[in-house]
């Protein structure tokens, strides 16, 4: 009778300290993946940092020469761009739309980012749509068809990357 009675706490010993390491090693995979989730954050802080920095530069940017100035054909008002860079790489255009122009569906070969400067747009794509204003970015993938409506007068930077097409620079 007693060694049964040590036998069955042994095996309850066994099992609690089994439960006990596998639950020590469940929760060393979840601070883990808790660590890299945490890792993976602040490398995208550190990204979207870098994109604003970079941003608030292009805005301070001076144009001397009028002759990058492309006007669009839209519909119920203006759009123009000047066009700043045009590398291989991206191309970069401070544009503008006044309120109410409608740039009609259009497609890119390349990725499309809109940096809205001051203003407010509305970007339709893929049976949705997206609102942006003042500081926010709408991001368009290669080939994805997409139309833009300015709610208000809006300053914007559009980027091309890469820059197959870009856009124009004399």
């Given at each position: ?13 066994d099992?609690?300290t ?22 993976k ?32 054909d839209?519909e ?11 590398e291989?790489e ?44 003042d500081?926010?970015?709408?991001y ?7 139309k ?23």
């Open positions: 009778m007693f060694s049964e009675a040590v036998t069955t706490i042994s095996d309850g010993i099992k609690m089994g439960k006990h390491q596998r639950t020590q090693k469940r929760l060393q995979r979840k601070e883990k993946r808790e660590q890299e989730l945490f890792e954050q602040n490398e995208l802080s550190e990204n979207v940092q870098y994109i604003s920095d970079y941003v608030e530069s292009l805005k301070n940017v001076v144009i001397e020469s009028v002759n990058n100035i492309t006007t669009y839209v119920n008002g203006i759009c123009w761009g000047e066009g700043i860079i045009n291989d991206f191309a970069i255009q401070k544009s503008f739309m006044s309120e109410g122009a409608i740039f009609p569906i259009h497609v890119h070969s390349e990725y499309e980012i809109l940096i809205v400067i001051s203003g407010c747009i509305v970007a339709y794509f893929d049976g949705g749509h997206k609102e942006a204003s500081g926010d970015v709408i368009f993938e290669r080939g994805q068809e997409h833009v409506i300015a709610q208000r007068d809006t300053w914007l930077f559009g980027i091309t990357i890469p820059a197959e097409e870009g856009y124009p620079i004399e």
